[in-house]
């Protein structure tokens, strides 16, 4: 009787817990399912770093094989960009005091928590469903049972380039050789982690005479045979479960080498070894196999197919923007790309004084232009890229239904007086057009989740027309919130005037009064 009793109680709670595990409404199909499992008497997670897509559903199941009562917690990456590991967190830990206890040491309602295990007990699991932020970056999750946090942390990335590579870390060396050393027997002069599961070569501090070697685990999705492939200048070396699978050693310009293997599903080791001499410097690495084409392991690919040379990341200084005058992909060959601190941007056409862009996240990649003879359009290293229409944005019209003026390569009804600068790197844009000057100064704020963009327009002028208009976006225009939702992407409100919707164009008639107006724009990116 008691055996029949316990097989029904067992039962009873395999249900429960099936039930429990049960997706929410909308993740019956994730994108993507991550099993992170404690190391039992050594307080570390099994994964260390793993990367996601902006936006991606995610089934996360923690499992606790320890001995001890664990949690995972993730945090947003914070004014460190997620350096200081989530120590904002385990601070608010420290302060609940007694509290701590019953609360399962969670500082419930901290701003930098998105998601939690919950405190899971020795020999259970938790399963966590969350959709992953759209604004890329590294993302830390920690366990904040007091003292655990030091060893017991990880990173998760957002990248639009997230692969199945985990805990890759990076060794860098100095030295001059003409093939791979035994890097065993080096010290490393830096080491470091690549969350984003990408081999780059970027952490390097010169650019000659150097070497890398990178290690991390890659996740076969099927048995079947894999290829790998290196593309480099000069050698490398790819190892998959300690056995060379890609010789492409020795010192040479930039040529792909591949080699395939066997491998079972599931996880393997990867390492890949790396050096460089003198000259160019480069190293692309990828991969293929049974249901997938080839997929690149880094930011480019070998032999080519990325959007153009990378590895020269432009990023502003802490609390200030910077400026990128230069080719830009949508906006054109006098372009002023300013990346702001808060990851957010934006590229001004020069040539018709117009706010071509605005994007999330990265600025720019620099090394297009700024290597070999920096030939075509760079386009913008972020994410959420809004475009707005081309041609002029101020035109002067018989009426408000009247067609906006065909867009010119470069204007000639306005003129660009230049830029200034504040205290912070903040860019006004300074133009004019038939004697009315016109002062256009961006500033980022922040928004619930990802940074927003505010704009000022002050115009004035002795001579100010009566029949001045600002174009301001283009698209499926619908009224919301006060605003305008522009293509269910960007919403959009204007203050100063009444913007007007005609024929999915958004205008603003310009009123001055003394001789002066001014408008005020928010963009604000749709969830």
């Not at 990828?286 to 959007?307: C, D, E, I, N, V």
């Not at 009804?413 to 230049?418: A, E, I, N, P, S």
Request: some cysteine; charged content about 25%.
């Amino acid at each position: 009787m008691n055996r029949r009793i316990i097989k029904l109680a067992t039962a009873l709670l395999a249900v429960f817990t099936l039930n429990a595990q049960k997706p929410p409404k909308g993740f019956e199909k994730v994108d993507q399912e991550v099993v992170i499992s404690t190391l039992r008497a050594q307080m570390k997670y099994d994964i260390r770093s793993f990367s996601v897509k902006p936006g991606a559903k995610v089934k996360l199941i923690f499992k606790n094989v320890d001995d001890l009562p664990h949690n995972l917690i993730i945090c947003t990456p914070g004014k460190s960009k997620g350096k200081d590991k989530g120590q904002e967190v385990i601070d608010a830990v420290m302060k609940l005091g007694d509290k701590g206890v019953e609360m399962d040491w969670e500082p419930k309602g901290h701003p930098r928590m998105l998601h939690s295990s919950g405190m899971v007990q020795p020999k259970k699991e938790s399963v966590i469903w969350f959709k992953a932020p759209k604004k890329e970056g590294d993302y830390p999750y920690i366990c904040t049972f007091p003292g655990h946090f030091q060893l017991m942390n990880g990173m998760m990335a957002v990248s639009k380039l997230a692969n199945p590579v985990t805990n890759l870390t990076y060794k860098l060396y100095h030295g001059s050789w003409n093939k791979c050393p035994d890097f065993s027997k080096l010290d490393p002069k830096k080491t470091g982690n690549l969350a984003n599961g990408l081999f780059d070569i970027s952490p390097r501090d010169k650019n000659d005479n150097f070497g890398f070697v990178f290690n991390g685990d890659i996740d076969c999705p099927k048995d079947g045979k894999y290829t790998f492939t290196t593309a480099s200048d000069d050698g490398s070396l790819l190892f998959i479960d300690g056995k060379k699978v890609v010789d492409n050693d020795g010192i040479h310009g930039v040529q792909s080498r591949s080699g395939t293997v066997n491998l079972k599903a599931g996880k393997h080791s990867i390492e890949v070894r790396f050096f460089e001499k003198s000259g160019g410097e480069e190293l692309a690495v990828a991969w293929s196999g049974p249901g997938f084409k080839t997929q690149a392991l880094s930011r480019s690919k070998p032999g080519g197919g990325s959007s153009g040379a990378t590895g020269i990341p432009i990023e502003p200084n802490e609390g200030e923007a910077t400026i990128y005058r230069n080719f830009i992909a949508g906006a054109g060959p006098r372009a002023i790309g300013v990346g702001y601190d808060e990851d957010v941007n934006l590229a001004f056409d020069a040539n018709n004084l117009r706010l071509a862009l605005i994007w999330q996240g990265d600025f720019m990649d620099g090394a297009r232009h700024w290597k070999g003879r920096g030939q075509g359009y760079q386009p913008p290293a972020g994410d959420s890229v809004i475009k707005f229409p081309e041609g002029i944005a101020f035109a002067t019209l018989k009426s408000e239904e009247e067609a906006w003026p065909k867009a010119e390569y470069r204007t000639k009804d306005l003129r660009f007086k230049g830029y200034r600068l504040d205290k912070r790197q903040h860019p006004t844009f300074n133009y004019e057009r038939e004697g009315v000057t016109i002062e256009d100064t961006p500033t980022p704020f922040p928004g619930e989740e990802l940074s927003q963009l505010k704009r000022t327009l002050k115009l004035s002028g002795k001579k100010t027309p009566n029949n001045l208009y600002f174009r301001v976006a283009t698209g499926d225009i619908a009224e919301k919130n006060g605003g305008f939702l522009i293509d269910e992407e960007l919403q959009i409100t204007v203050s100063g005037s009444e913007a007007l919707n005609i024929g999915g164009e958004l205008r603003v008639p310009v009123k001055f009064k003394n001789g002066t107006a001014q408008l005020e724009l928010t963009y604000a990116w749709a969830e």
